[in-house]
């Protein structure tokens, strides 16, 4: 027989790295410190014959430590806080001559020094901020322990062992996974770094399974539920294989800085082969439209089964899978929409849209771009690693955007550290400064080659920044917690702060800005139906007793969600006169026609209008987004509300288009109350309705959702949902 293949270290380190929480090397059941006499025989020793958990859904255990929502037969507890076991013996306890210990090990080559070999002594009291056992109740053959775990503990599933000492060694309890315990962060112990002091924010940022995610633009914000799932039967797993497929060594996976980086690289697939590979070019034919995912549950699932990234991810499938993760671990999270997102490709803090000198867009030379809305998260945590005051909400983004120390990962970046401009604060502070502070620059290129900054939006870029309210379902402005108002001396001073720490600007706009001109343009879109005509109003008001010739372009695009523009599908030029002291209004008028052949998945439209006042040589512009209104899935059930009862669900969908739609899939999702499910159904004529229905059975009671989205070919961001109060069964 071979001998087993050694592993070659290079006379660096004594032992190989320790990165996986599913590798596995169990210690030796007996430990002998030499020869043992003639007719000793060591099961006369104080021998283990069972260890009990009390891991039940309604055991002490699970409630107390807020993890009797995990749907999972293993002890699962959080850091910091005592829980207990009960040890069986061949005989009475006696500690006057009998030693034993527990011991808690992780990953396949445990040290005592690094944190994944614990050996748990038994004490007379507990110490706060230390490991320890004490026995509380001892029986004929069993003793009960309460065991409390530092709350810088390790998070992961850890193999518990019961040691015993004899006077010829030490005799340890076999492997047994029915003994597994997981350990997670809690944010319920003052002495642990995401501890959140606030109940009501804790049920919202770490026991709530479904959120609300927001999107659309700054005028017409839109909303849709995401079903979270982080108790679900395997995401727990899901969660940890995340880290072993990143090789995140153990002894680091108690620091919640490191543990939500890493979640940010392994989220997308970009370099490492993480959970999600991200599409924005409309074409999703070997996997799932982003518009067509209900929650995290199947995403995460399949990862952990196949081991191969799922297809496909936009930003908001990246932030609710991430919200999960982080969650799931016990870290407090959220999603965060930032409308009108910029995205700063040369890190100069300023978005630089060139003109030709006609006042079109040069688009070879505009690199940087405005997304209509991007979603990340944030992950509450203490920041020793920071000045004091940096500290609580993190921003942390798993959408694969910018390079962040040679992986797509970004953040954790401290909220209050954006607001302030101190940018020089790790990790990746100035890209998310950028996304809600930076400064629009319009600058003409012209033909010799010189540049000229023809105007400068310094309110576009970070209009509006959302998360889900705490306790309900609405929207919650937390502009003010990345930047001051916008005019105001401080959030001035806090951009010139940010470019003080060394953030290049090489395009000086402060005293090039041309005088501004006696002339104010902006326009209005009216809100938009899908399929239906609408109109876009473009006001110019003379502000100056001068008569002026105003010479205007318009040009409307189909978008991405990211501002990048797919196809022109309308252009218009006119001009008009002025009078002194006068506004003017000229309506254009934009037909379905024009623009249903090439819509995107979110139905985005932009709009851009520059004008040119031909005595003065002056250039206006401005742009604006807006999403189509389109129509609702429609879910109802009938049945009895209540846990263990056959309740049905039916879905509803009616197609108002004058076109048929192919190819069309249905995705369904209830948290508790049904496993995410989908059905295709070939087309749908214009103006007919399809129904689906299914039989399901609740297992959680209280607040629950029902959601629905729907796909195909030529339409996608459908969705619905419905609110349900699911009753206990009666006693």
Request: glycine residues 8%.
């Amino acid at each position: 027989m071979s001998e087993p293949r050694r592993t070659v270290f290079g006379g660096r380190r004594a032992v190989p790295p320790n990165n996986s929480n599913a590798a596995e090397n169990d210690p030796p059941t007996v430990e002998l410190q030499g020869l043992v006499p003639r007719g000793v025989n060591l099961q006369d020793y104080l021998n283990v014959t069972g260890v009990h958990l009390f891991k039940e859904r309604l055991d002490s255990n699970k409630v107390d430590h807020h993890t009797d929502k995990y749907d999972s037969n293993k002890l699962i507890v959080r850091r910091g806080q005592s829980f207990y076991i009960q040890i069986d013996f061949n005989r009475p306890y006696d500690p006057r001559r009998d030693l034993f210990r527990v011991e808690y090990v992780i990953g396949r080559y445990p040290q005592e020094n690094k944190g994944t070999y614990i050996p748990v002594p038994i004490v007379s009291e507990l110490q706060s901020g230390k490991w320890g056992a004490k026995i509380i109740m001892r029986g004929d053959r069993f003793v009960r322990l309460s065991i409390q775990s530092s709350p810088e503990c390790i998070v992961g599933k850890f193999r518990m062992y019961v040691a015993v000492w004899t006077p010829y060694g030490i005799l340890r309890t076999r492997r047994n996974p029915d003994t597994d315990t997981y350990i997670l962060f809690n944010p319920w112990c003052e002495e642990d770094a995401v501890y959140l002091d606030d109940d009501k924010e804790k049920e919202e940022y770490v026991l709530n399974d479904i959120g609300v995610i927001f999107y659309g633009d700054s005028n017409n914000v839109r909303s849709r539920s995401w079903s979270y799932g982080q108790f679900e039967d395997g995401i727990l797993d899901a969660c940890l294989y995340m880290m072993d497929r990143a090789q995140m060594d153990l002894s680091g996976r108690g620091n919640p800085i490191k543990v939500s980086r890493v979640g940010s690289a392994m989220v997308n697939s970009k370099d490492d082969n993480g959970v999600l590979v991200g599409s924005w070019d409309n074409i999703y034919a070997y996997g799932v439209p982003p518009s067509a995912w209900t929650g995290s549950i199947d995403i995460l699932l399949e990862y952990k089964s196949s081991q191969n990234p799922v297809r496909y991810g936009q930003c908001w499938v990246f932030a609710g899978v991430f919200n999960t993760f982080l969650r799931c671990l016990g870290i407090p999270a959220r999603v965060v929409t930032n409308y009108f997102s910029a995205h700063d490709n040369d890190a100069n803090l300023q978005m630089d849209i060139f003109l030709e000198e006609d006042g079109n867009v040069n688009s070879g030379m505009t690199k940087d771009s405005v997304w209509n809305y991007h979603c990340w998260n944030e992950a509450w945590m203490t920041r020793p690693d920071l000045p004091v005051g940096f500290g609580g909400w993190q921003a942390v983004d798993s959408t694969p955007q910018e390079n962040s120390d040679g992986m797509y990962r970004c953040g954790p970046a401290s909220v209050q550290a954006i607001k302030h401009g101190h940018v020089c604060f790790q990790f990746d502070a100035p890209f998310v400064f950028a996304e809600v502070n930076s400064d629009l620059v319009y600058i003409t290129a012209k033909k010799d080659g010189t540049q000229v900054v023809e105007a400068v939006d310094t309110t576009h870029v970070g209009k509006l920044i959302v998360t889900k309210e705490v306790g309900g379902d609405g929207m919650q402005d937390i502009t003010d917690t990345y930047k001051f108002q916008e005019g105001q001396k401080e959030e001035r001073l806090a951009l010139e702060t940010a470019l003080m720490y060394g953030v290049k600007k090489p395009l000086n706009t402060d005293g090039v800005t041309k005088s501004r001109s006696e002339v104010d343009m902006d326009f209005e879109v009216e809100n938009a139906v899908l399929g239906k005509d609408f109109t876009l109003t473009i006001t110019f008001q003379n502000n100056s007793p001068n008569s002026y010739g105003i010479s205007a372009y318009l040009t409307g695009s189909i978008t991405f969600y990211t501002g990048v523009s797919k196809e022109e599908f309308k252009n218009e030029t006119f001009n008009m006169t002025l009078e002194p002291l006068s506004l003017k209004k000229k309506e254009v008028l934009v037909r379905a026609s024009e623009y249903l052949g090439q819509l995107l998945e979110q139905a985005s439209l932009h709009f851009f209008v520059t004008a040119r006042v031909n005595d003065t040589r002056d250039i206006l512009a401005k742009q604006k987004s807006t999403v189509l209104i389109v129509p609702k899935v429609i879910i109802k059930v009938r049945g009895s509300k209540m846990v263990g009862s056959d309740m049905v669900v039916t879905v509803e969908f009616t197609n108002p288009l004058k076109e048929t739609l192919q190819n069309v899939w249905i995705h369904l999702d209830g948290p508790g109350v049904m496993k995410p499910m989908r059905k295709m159904f070939r087309e749908i004529r214009p103006n007919s309705t399809v129904q689906w229905e299914e039989v399901c059975r609740p297992w959680v009671s209280g607040r629950r959702k029902l959601m629905a989205s729907l796909t195909s070919d030529s339409l996608r961001h459908v969705y619905g949902e419905l609110d349900l109060q699911i009753q206990r069964p009666p006693s």
